[in-house]
C-alpha cells in the first residue's frame, strides 16, 4: 500500500509536468497511463492486494489519479487540435488577420464621380431632380411640344394612372427646374438615372446613367462650350486626346453636335473598339435653343449658353472594356469585385 502511494505521487508528477510536443507524443502518453495495458488499468488492478479496511481509502486516491490522467490527456488533446504545440498560448498573434470583406464603389459611381469631379474644378456645381417628371420639363419646355417628331426618337415610359406623368428619359428636367428658379448665371452638371423603353441588350437598356451639363450666362459662345468640353476630355483620357464635333439635331439646342474623342485602344489607326474610324462618339452638345430659354423666362436676347449631355455607361464600356452594359445591373460580385481598388 504504502508502494502503490509512492508510485501513484511519482506518476501525478510525471503528468503534471508531461508536454506533449505533436500528436505522436499525446497518443504515447494516452497508451502509458489510459490504455488497456496501461498505469490506471494496472493501479486498479492491485486493488486487490489493499488490505480491506484501506480499499476505500484507496480507491478514493485512485479514482482522483485517474480523473487527473484523463482530463490532462483531454486538455492537451484540445490545444493540439488547435495547431498549438508549444503549450505557452493558443492564440498565435503573429497569424495573419481574418480577410474583412469590404465592398466597392460600383464603376458607375466611380465614373460619375470622375466625371463630376472635373466639371467641379472649372465652377460647375452638381444638382439633381425627380426620375418622374410631367410632360412639361421633359419634353415640352425643351421645345419638344406634342406630337412633336422628335419625341419619337425617345421611347417613354407613362404613369399609366396618370397620363402627364411619365419616367424620366434624359436629365434635362433638372436643367429646365434649375433656369426657372431664375437664378443666373447657371453653371452646373446633373447626373441621375433616366428610363427609355428600350430592348434590353448588350448595347442598350431600359434603364442607364446621363450627366448633362449646362452654362447659362451672358455672351456664352460655342468657344466655350468646345473649351469647356476639350478640358474636360484632356482630363479624363490625358493630354494626347483630340476632340472632333460634328452637326447633329437636337430639338433643345441649336446650332447642334456630336463630339468624338480619338480612339484610346488604336490611338486613331482602325480597331474593333472604334469601328475602325479611328473615333468614338462620347457626347451630345449644342448651344441652348432661345425657345427653350423662353420657356423658362429667361431672356434670350440678353443670356446665351451651352449644353452637353453624355452616357456614362457609355464611358465606363469604353474605359474599362466592357462589352455588355446588362452587366452593370445584375449585381454579380465577380464583377464588381473587379472595382475594389478604384476610387
Ligand atoms: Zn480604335
Redesign the pocket.
Known amino acids: 500500500m504504502e508502494e502503490l502511494l509512492r508510485q501513484i505521487a511519482e506518476y501525478r508528477k510525471e503528468i503534471l509536468a508531461a508536454v506533449p510536443d505533436g500528436a505522436g507524443a499525446l497518443e504515447a502518453y494516452r497508451i502509458r497511463f489510459l490504455g488497456t495495458k496501461g498505469i490506471v488499468k494496472s493501479l486498479f488492478n492491485e486493488m486487490k492486494s489493499v488490505p480491506n479496511e484501506k480499499k476505500k481509502e484507496f480507491g478514493l486516491i485512485l479514482n482522483e489519479f485517474k480523473q487527473l490522467a484523463e482530463s490532462t490527456y483531454a486538455s492537451w488533446k484540445e490545444k493540439l487540435g488547435d495547431g498549438i504545440a508549444d503549450g505557452t498560448s493558443a492564440i498565435d498573434l503573429t497569424l495573419p488577420a481574418d480577410r474583412l470583406p469590404v465592398g466597392s464603389r460600383h464603376p458607375i459611381s466611380i465614373m460619375r464621380n470622375n466625371i463630376i469631379g472635373i466639371f467641379q474644378r472649372l465652377g460647375f456645381a452638381v444638382a439633381e431632380g425627380p426620375e418622374i417628371e410631367d410632360d412639361w420639363h421633359n419634353f415640352t419646355a425643351l421645345n419638344l411640344p406634342e406630337h412633336h417628331p422628335a419625341r419619337d426618337m425617345q421611347d417613354t415610359f407613362y404613369i399609366h394612372q396618370h397620363p402627364d406623368w411619365l419616367l424620366r428619359t434624359h436629365t434635362s428636367n433638372i436643367q429646365i427646374r434649375e433656369m426657372e428658379k431664375g437664378r443666373l448665371p447657371l453653371r452646373i452638371v446633373c447626373p441621375g438615372r433616366v428610363y427609355r423603353n428600350e430592348t434590353i441588350s448588350s448595347r442598350s437598356h431600359c434603364f442607364f446613367h446621363q450627366l448633362e451639363g449646362l452654362y447659362i450666362d451672358e455672351n456664352v459662345s460655342f468657344a466655350d462650350l468646345k473649351q469647356t468640353l476639350y478640358y474636360f476630355v484632356q482630363e479624363m483620357y490625358g493630354g494626347a486626346v483630340k476632340i472632333r464635333f460634328r452637326p447633329s439635331y437636337f430639338p433643345f439646342t441649336e446650332p447642334s453636335a456630336e463630339m468624338d474623342i480619338s480612339?484610346q485602344?488604336?490611338h486613331g489607326?482602325?480597331?474593333n473598339?472604334?469601328k475602325y474610324s479611328?473615333w468614338l462618339e462620347i457626347l451630345g452638345c449644342g448651344m441652348v435653343h432661345p425657345k427653350v430659354l423662353e420657356n423658362c423666362g429667361i431672356d434670350p436676347d440678353k443670356y446665351t449658353g451651352f449644353a452637353f449631355g453624355m452616357g456614362i455607361e457609355r464611358l465606363a464600356l469604353q474605359k474599362y472594356g466592357i462589352n455588355d452594359i446588362r452587366l452593370f445591373s445584375e449585381n454579380d460580385t465577380r464583377f464588381l469585385q473587379q472595382f475594389t481598388s478604384a476610387i
Open positions: 480612339c485602344i488604336c489607326a482602325g480597331c473598339v472604334c479611328g
